[in-house]
Nanobody
Framework: VQLQACGGGLVQAGGSLRLSCAAS????????MAWFRQAPGKEREFVTA????????GYADSVKGRFAISRDKPKSTLYLQMNYLKPEDTAIYYC????????????????????WGRGTQVTVSS
């Protein structure tokens, strides 16, 4: 599975961005796809995940009510709509996919995912 994320950029606080992640290869084997982010000097952190078949989602508390994950199954594309952005949302955002073995309780763990995109930079100015 290959993942290609795009859509990052510079935005003012309170603004919006939409990230996309195009998946290719054996995407049908993945159960979960997710977005993680990593700010300078910090560890990679979970943002949100979606169960590919059902559309069931989960979010980190820091983004609940502001971010929305979705997917287009025919296009094998994952999206992250980010609204009401804050300077603390500044980070490199990565999309990730598993090999279909992840259980619900581990969907927020980075090491549950086997495939990663290169990342796209999101910068929120105050």
């Amino acid at each position: 599975v290959q993942l290609q994320a795009c859509g990052g950029g510079l935005v003012q606080a309170g603004g919006s961005l939409r990230l996309s992640c195009a998946a290719s290869g054996r995407t049908s084997s993945s159960r979960y796809m997710a977005w993680f982010r990593q700010a300078p000097g910090k560890e990679r952190e979970f943002v949100t995940a979606i169960e590919w078949s059902s559309g069931y989602t989960g979010y980190a508390d820091s983004v609940k009510g502001r971010f929305a994950i979705s997917r287009d199954k025919p296009k094998s594309t994952l999206y992250l709509q980010m609204n009401y952005l804050k300077p603390e949302d500044t980070a490199i955002y990565y999309c990730a996919a598993d090999r279909g073995r992840t259980i619900l309780s581990r969907r927020s763990e980075a090491n549950a995912y086997d495939y990663w995109g290169r990342g796209t930079q999101v910068t929120v100015s105050s």
